[in-house]
C-alpha cells in the first residue's frame, strides 16, 4: 500500500513537472500584449530609437542607450591584429604619446646584447596636425624576448577619437642572429618594411565615426570606427550600450568569425543561468531573414563593483545568430540584455513589458547590405 502511494505520488510531481516545463517553454514571446498601462512606458523607450551599426549587421536601440567610450578588437588570425579605440581630446593625445615614448626609451631588456628596447621611431603622413597626426613605436616584443621579435605600435588621432593598432613582426638581421638565419632563415630575416606598409594601409582604411553614423559604402563598423571595403578577414569585437540613467540596464553584443559546436538552444542551461537563476523562456523566431535563438534567464547573475556576483535578482535575454555557420558575410552575433529588478518597484519594467522590449529591438537586427561589393 505504501509503495502505491509512493508511485502515485511519484507520477504525480512528474505530471507537475512537466505541466510547469510546458508552461515555462511553451510561451510565445511574438504573441505577447501589454495592456494600456503597461504599454504606456514601453512606448515611450522605443518611441526615440537610432540604428547602430555592429559589423556588418544593424541594429535599433533606444536613444537612451550609449556605448562605451572605448574599446578594442582582433582582426586577422595569424598573426593577430589588435586595433583599439577610445574617445579622446587631441591635448590628452599629445601627453600620452609623450608619455608613451618616454616609457619605451627608458626600458632596457634583460639581454645587453639586445640593445635598445625602442627600436625605431617612425611618423604617420598629415597634411593638417589640427586634424589628423599619428606616430609609430617599433618596439622589442618583451624585456625578456629577443629582439628579433618586434612590435609595431602605431597611434593615429582624428576626429576626437586615438586609434590604436598593434601587430607583430620581425628583424633578425643582427649579426648575433647570422648562425641563426642559416638554418632558419624564414625566421631570422626582417619584415618590418612589409608590416610598416600594412600598418599605414590600415590607418588609410579606417575611418572614424560616431555611433550614430552608419557607413553606406563597402566596409565593417567597429568601436567608433569604420574599416572601408569589404572584407573577408578574421575578426573578434564587443560593444556594450548602457542605459544612460537606469543602473545595470545594458547590452552586450559580440561580432565575430567563430564558428560554435553547438547552437544556442543546444547548450546546457548553465550557459546562461550561469547555475544561479533559471529559464524562463527559450525559443526561435525569423526576422529579416535571419534565424533568432533566444533564451531568457532570471537569477542572480548580475557582478557588483568588485567583480563579484551579488544577490540582486534580474534578468538576462539572450540571443545568437549564426552561431555554428558564420560567413564573412553573416558573421556570428551574439547579443545579451542585462536587466537589475531594482529596490524601488514603481520604477520597473515588468517580465512582460521587458520581453517586448527585447523582441522588438531584437526584431530590428538585420544585414547592412551595402556591407559588401556587387558581386
Known amino acids: 500500500m505504501k509503495t502505491n502511494k509512493y508511485y502515485c505520488f511519484i507520477v504525480g510531481l512528474f505530471a507537475l513537472t512537466v505541466s510547469t516545463s510546458c508552461q515555462v517553454f511553451s510561451k510565445n514571446i511574438q504573441t505577447i500584449t501589454l495592456p494600456p498601462k503597461a504599454q504606456q512606458p514601453v512606448a ?5 530609437t537610432s540604428t547602430r551599426c555592429i559589423g556588418t549587421y544593424l541594429i535599433d536601440l533606444p536613444i537612451e542607450f550609449k556605448v562605451n567610450e572605448e574599446g578594442y578588437f582582433d582582426y586577422q588570425s595569424n598573426p593577430i591584429i589588435t586595433i583599439a579605440t577610445k574617445q579622446q581630446y587631441l591635448p590628452p593625445f599629445k601627453q600620452m604619446i609623450a608619455r608613451r615614448e618616454q616609457e619605451l626609451r627608458n626600458t632596457k631588456p ?3 646584447l639586445d640593445g635598445n628596447y625602442l627600436k625605431h621611431v617612425y611618423p604617420v603622413h598629415t ?15 618583451s624585456i625578456g624576448t629577443p629582439d628579433v621579435a618586434r612590435i609595431l605600435e602605431g597611434y593615429r588621432w582624428q576626429d576626437e577619437v586615438t586609434l590604436k593598432i598593434q601587430m607583430k613582426a620581425r628583424n633578425g638581421l643582427s649579426k648575433k642572429y647570422d648562425a641563426d638565419r642559416q638554418s632558419s632563415p624564414h625566421l631570422y630575416g626582417n619584415n618590418v618594411p612589409q608590416k610598416l606598409a600594412e600598418l599605414h594601409k590600415l590607418f588609410e582604411r579606417i575611418q572614424t565615426r560616431d555611433d550614430l553614423t552608419i557607413p553606406t559604402t563597402p566596409g565593417f563598423c567597429f568601436l567608433h570606427g569604420f574599416m572601408q571595403g569589404e572584407d573577408r578577414e578574421w575578426k573578434d569585437m564587443g560593444f556594450i550600450y548602457w542605459h544612460n540613467t537606469i543602473n545595470n540596464f545594458y547590452f552586450s553584443i559580440d561580432y565575430n568569425d567563430f564558428k560554435e559546436g553547438n547552437a544556442l538552444l543546444d547548450k546546457p542551461e548553465g550557459y546562461v543561468t550561469q547555475g544561479r537563476g533559471h529559464t524562463i523562456y527559450k525559443g526561435t523566431r525569423e526576422s529579416n531573414g535571419l534565424l533568432l535563438e533566444e533564451w531568457i534567464a532570471k537569477g542572480q547573475f548580475l557582478l557588483n563593483e568588485e567583480g563579484f556576483y551579488s544577490d540582486d535578482w534580474g534578468y538576462v535575454f539572450s540571443l545568437g545568430i549564426h552561431m555554428t555557420d558564420p560567413t564573412y558575410k553573416t558573421p556570428q552575433l551574439r547579443l545579451e540584455m542585462y536587466y537589475k529588478i531594482p529596490d524601488d518597484e514603481t520604477q520597473e519594467y515588468s517580465e512582460k513589458q521587458l520581453m517586448v522590449i527585447w523582441r522588438e529591438i531584437t526584431n530590428s537586427i538585420r544585414i547592412r547590405e551595402s556591407s559588401f561589393e556587387n558581386e
Open 44 to 48: 515611450a523607450l522605443l518611441s526615440n
Open 110 to 112: 634583460v639581454d645587453p
Open 127 to 141: 597634411h593638417n596636425p589640427d586634424k589628423m597626426q599619428g606616430i609609430i613605436f617599433e618596439r622589442m616584443e
